[in-house]
């Protein structure tokens, strides 16, 4: 058996196309268009290449965009008083703080700092405790779990009353995505157990897996034997084993792979992320759709 590919890449042009045609419509009846705020501190390459990705993409949405490209030298009440800014600007609807921030800033204080309503990444303390509660409290669910949720319901995949497994509980994708999969509502519904470094016995959790979601960072954790036959595995991990050199550009890029050993699991999935073009260009997807949901909210739309 060959699973069936679950694409992030086209996923995301049709959730784009969605969110343009949205914008259109808003701005020719409302003159109003969702406005983004990107800050930057310093000049780390990733982030930078994160935060250009972002910029492009709300670009091409037609969003007002805003970046703000600090040195490392900002002090943090500096950087507060950035915050305060958009946070009283109503053109705003969204603000982005790229971490990792330089040493002398404290991130939480400066996470913490920005408007919940504007918080697009959904890491607020205030955000975190609405996503917990669910249905109707949820404002911004963070940005991958929120991708991952939205794959697998566009791929069809049945989550009322799967048994739902998933590795790894951090703060940005294990532990949201195992809530958001046990609320009430569709695309959830499910019966969740979330596995870590301190579980006994992985595999025998993994195998009762109909939807097993695994978000560990060690390149080929999940063996194709843990896998259910015919089961749904999203495969978060995003893992460097090395580099090549590209065919298009000539230049180094790194070879990326996944959580599961993907070749061995296709034949026994019933469907699959790639690594990459899988959950990845899910993110910033699920950014730009939080960035319109809260110039909804704001318009009484929502
Ligand atoms: P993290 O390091 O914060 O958390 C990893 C979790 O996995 C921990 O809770 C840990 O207990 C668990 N874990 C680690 N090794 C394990 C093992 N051997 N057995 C069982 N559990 C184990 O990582 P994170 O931020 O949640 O990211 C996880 C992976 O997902 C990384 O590869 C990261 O690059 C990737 N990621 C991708 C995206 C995206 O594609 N947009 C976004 C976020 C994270």
Known sequence: MTAKLIKGTDIREEILEEIAAEVKEIKDKKGVVPGLVTILVGEDPASMSYVTLKIKTADRLGFKEIQENQPTTISEADLLALIDKYNKDDSIHGILVQLPLPDHIDDKKILNAIDPDKDVDGFHPVNVGRLMIGGSEVKFAPCTPAGIQEMIVRAGVETSGAEVVVVGRSNIVGKPIANMMVQKGPGANATVTIVHT?????????????????????????????????????????????????????????????????????????????????????????????????????????
Not at 204 to 213: E, F, M, P, T, Y
Not at 261 to 277: W, Y
């Open 198 to 302: 301190r579980t006994k016995d992985l595999a025998s959790h993994c195998k009762r897996a109909d939807i097993l979601i695994v978000a560990a960072g060690v390149p080929g954790l999940v063996k194709p034997e843990w896998i259910k036959p015919g089961a749904c595995v999203i495969d978060v991990g995003v893992n460097r084993v090395g580099e090549k050199v590209s065919e298009k550009t000539g230049k180094n890029v790194a070879i990326l792979r996944g959580d599961v050993d993907f070749d061995a699991a296709k034949e026994i999935a019933g469907s699959i992320t790639p690594v990459p073009g899988g959950v990845g260009p899910m993110t910033i997807t699920m950014l730009m759709k939080n960035t319109l949901s809260s110039m909804k909210y704001k318009l009484g739309m929502m």
